[in-house]
């Protein structure tokens, strides 16, 4: 063997390592599992879960901003058990509230809502961007001021009353998670009692 040439053996030990590195890509953890008692779904292994800050929080999660935002998105998830919480209706026009328009239009009229069926349990979607203006806790009089932000929200309709989800941040960084946020909720799936 000459000295600038390699054995075989080297050689096909680069090549599998070449094949086995995207398949053991492939095996890492793409989503974490998150349990709310009476559903669980898989969340983006990207998301971070953080200890809800509320009672009426079963869930919360920062969604890390994109490179040409400054701030972070945040998914909250609520549930206040059956009956609870106030109808799918309701709730719609309660987030179209928390939104103004530049054009000075109703937010309303710029959502877009979807509706589903996930594991027999009714999905509704809205999707609105515009000027975040919610309360900055619930019932304060002081509302934030968030120019170009956009919402997911979501009420999934389970055996045991509605769960809530509002995903709230720069438009840019919503945009990045949008697709990972529709997997989300098309993977929920509601615990049968045994």
């Known amino acids: 063997m000459s000295r600038g040439t390699k054995p075989c053996w ?3 030990k680069v090549f599998a390592l070449l094949f086995l590195l995207p398949s053991l890509a492939c095996q890492s953890p793409q989503t974490q599992p998150v349990d709310l008692e009476v559903v669980t779904l898989q969340a983006d292994a990207g998301w971070r879960s953080v200890t809800p800050n509320s009672m009426m929080r079963k869930a919360q999660f920062t969604l890390p901003h994109v490179v040409n935002d400054t701030e972070d998105a945040e998914l909250v998830v609520f549930y206040f058990g059956a009956g609870q919480g106030g109808s799918v209706e309701a709730n719609l026009e309660r987030w179209y509230g928390q939104f ?3 054009d000075g239009s109703v937010s309303s ?6 509706r589903d069926v996930v594991d027999g349990m009714n ?7 515009g000027t975040y203006v919610a309360p900055t806790m619930p019932g304060n009089a002081e509302h934030y001021n968030k120019p170009n932000f956009r919402m ?4 999934l309709e389970t055996s ?9 941040g720069p438009q840019q960084t919503v945009a990045h998670w949008a697709k990972s946020f529709s997997q989300f909720m ?5 615990k049968r009692s045994e």
């Open 10 to 12: 080297q050689i096909q």
């Open 100 to 102: 103004a328009q530049p």
């Open 109 to 114: 009229e710029k959502a877009s809502v979807t």
């Open 123 to 129: 999905l509704t979607n809205v999707d609105l961007s």
């Open 152 to 155: 997911l929200a979501a009420v």
């Open 160 to 168: 045991q009353g509605p769960y809530f989800f509002k995903l709230v």
């Open 186 to 190: 098309k993977s929920a799936k509601q």
